[in-house]
């Protein structure tokens, strides 16, 4: 059996270069979630056995609600609790209690995500079609075996990606009540209707209508004799 070709060797290399291409970029897209979700939390920490976070006042955030648009858990403090809390302004500006939320889906949970993961596979499925295309042509043993070896890697790889854009989340929460983003419509803002009028107003309308017409109303003045 002859030593693999030079080419061939290349081929392989490239695509396996691909691929830690393909998983560098799903990983910084992880990790730029990651520090967003840290960002929004601040020093809130999560207790998964308790299902609630804990702020750094020895509060409890519990669940509020889930929304399934979003697929997102919202976390809520107490208004008692939060209203007379000494740094309240910094905490939560609003004057409701603090809120918080938790994606239930793995990564990618989110829109960014998806497209990160999905630039991943595409690499992914590069890196496989360039090692199938050469083994087309790949006629010693040596080369048959590093081609087939690197399409079964590379298609592992792929399908592990793609695994996640194709799975269907089934697993709502039914502790919490469930509020949909798309369940609140915009409803255009109407003008106000005048209240109809009472009796006596209408009557006072009218009569100052009139006589503001009546003294409004020309006088005819006798026309001065002419003398001939």
């Not at 697929?71 to 208004?79: L, N, P, S």
């Not at 690499?123 to 590093?146: C, E, Y």
Request: net charge neutral; glycine share 6%; hydrophobic share 40%.
């Amino acid at each position: 059996m002859q030593p693999p070709s030079v080419t061939v060797l290349l081929v392989s290399g490239y695509a396996f270069v691909l691929l830690l291409i393909a998983w560098g970029f799903d990983h910084m897209g992880q990790r730029s979630a990651e520090k967003a979700a840290q960002w929004r939390t601040g020093n809130f920490v999560y207790h998964s056995d308790q299902d609630a976070w804990k702020c750094h006042q020895d509060e409890w955030l519990y669940p509020a609600s889930f929304d399934p648009d979003k697929r997102v858990i919202r976390y809520a403090g107490q208004h008692a609790i939060c209203g007379r809390c000494p740094i309240k302004d910094e905490c939560s500006p609003s004057p409701g209690p603090r809120e918080l939320t938790r994606a239930i889906d793995p990564w990618p949970h989110s829109e960014s995500g998806r497209f990160h993961r999905g630039i991943s596979l595409c690499v992914a499925v590069i890196a496989v079609f360039l090692s199938a295309a050469m083994l087309l042509g790949a006629h010693d043993a040596a080369d048959v075996i590093i081609l087939v070896s690197t399409v079964i890697v590379t298609l592992v790889v792929a399908a592990g990606l793609g695994r996640a854009l194709v799975r269907t989340p089934a697993n709502f929460p039914q502790s919490v009540p469930h509020e949909a983003s798309s369940a609140a419509v915009d409803v255009p803002r109407r003008r106000p209707e005048p209240a109809p009028a009472s009796l006596d107003q209408v009557v006072d309308r009218y009569a100052r209508r009139w006589a503001s017409e009546r003294r409004r109303a020309p006088v005819d003045l006798p026309n001065p004799s002419v003398r001939e």
